[in-house]
């Protein structure tokens, strides 16, 4: 990891992960391949001091839970020096949803968190990554910036990480919100270091084999996130899958594919959310399932119990002891 100061205090740090925004166009297609500092000395610059770090150069569709954890805890470094200002995480669009979103979960800090990437590489004519990070960088300037959690700045929006998601491939506005006025949620628990839970998600549709979620019991997953359709329904023989799941200690978390709107227990027929409920599911009314498998790795990762969990899910804004 390059530490590499620009300046003295009060200071921005920029930590650099990859992605689009330090991407350069090759025969083999686009591939991350500049630094933070690269990075500042093609964007618009303020009067802010800026101190850069390198924590890794990868696509984020390529990021591991374990990557997303030391993005996790890189921003946790830095805001350990009390001059620091805020911070900024340049970081690829195809996944800055979840990172984003687990930072949040860890940000008990009031002093503003941003990320930021571009659609286009840095050696496209029509870049949109230098407009990104100017503004990203303006937003940890921004005196109304503190005690909102970790926020996301892209195509000219400023937007919460909690409910987030990815909108189009092509926009520079990348990314739209689930809700804009969820509260926060909180985990007061240390940063996990070395293995996670791990927790995989299935989306749901008509004659989807219910031997995914076997399969998954089977390969010792400790949560599983499914993405029904609707309000969170979906066939009757996954409801029956499901209540095996937790009878062998699964976490299941049912939450919906579709983009807006709540998601709750209406419906039943034997595969509606109110049966998946019966069965042991938890519903998640507002995340979608990107961000709700965050949550559960860490929550998995920090040992709640089912209780637990289903009161983070259920009760926006409980802080978890």
């Not at 990203?136 to 910036?145: E, F, G, K, Q």
């Not at 409801?239 to 062998?248: G, K, M, R, S, W």
Request: proline letters at 7%; glycine letters at 10%.
């Amino acid at each position: 990891m390059a530490d590499t100061p620009i300046g003295g205090p009060p200071t921005t740090v920029l930590i650099s992960t990859g992605g689009t925004i330090a991407a350069q166009t090759t025969d083999d297609g686009a591939v991350p391949a500049l630094g933070a500092a690269q990075l500042l000395s093609t964007t618009p610059r303020s009067d802010a001091v800026i101190r850069s770090v390198d924590l890794m150069s990868v696509d984020s569709s390529a990021m591991t839970v374990a990557d997303q954890f030391a993005v996790v805890r890189a921003i946790a470094d830095a805001l350990t020096d009390p001059t620091v200002a805020g911070v900024v995480v340049t970081h690829g669009t195809d996944t800055m949803e979840e990172t984003s979103f687990l930072a949040d979960l860890y940000a008990v800090d009031d002093r503003p968190v941003v990320f930021t990437g571009a659609q286009r590489p840095a050696d496209a004519p029509d870049s949109d990554g230098p407009a990104n990070l100017a503004a990203a960088l303006a937003t940890i300037a921004d005196p109304a910036s503190r005690g909102r959690g970790v926020l996301v700045v892209a195509g000219g929006r400023v937007l919460s990480a909690r409910g987030l998601f990815k909108v189009s491939t092509t926009d520079p506005a990348a990314f739209d919100c689930v809700s804009p006025d969820l509260p926060r949620r909180v985990l007061a628990e240390p940063i996990p270091v070395g293995r996670t839970a791990r927790v995989d998600t299935f989306a749901l549709y008509p004659g989807v084999s219910p031997g995914l979620i076997a399969a998954a019991v089977a390969q010792n997953a400790a949560g599983l996130v499914l993405a029904a359709t609707g309000s969170g329904n979906t066939h009757p023989d996954i409801t029956a899958e499901v209540a095996l799941a937790v009878q062998h200690g699964v976490t299941v978390v049912v939450t919906s594919r579709v983009p807006y709107g709540e998601v709750s227990t209406t419906y039943g027929g034997g595969g509606g959310a109110v049966d998946l409920h019966r069965a042991g599911a938890i519903v998640s009314p507002w995340l979608r399932a990107p961000q709700a498998r965050m949550a559960l790795i860490a929550l998995l990762t920090a040992g709640c119990d089912c209780a637990e969990i289903a009161g983070f899910f259920a009760q926006p804004g409980t802080r978890t002891d």
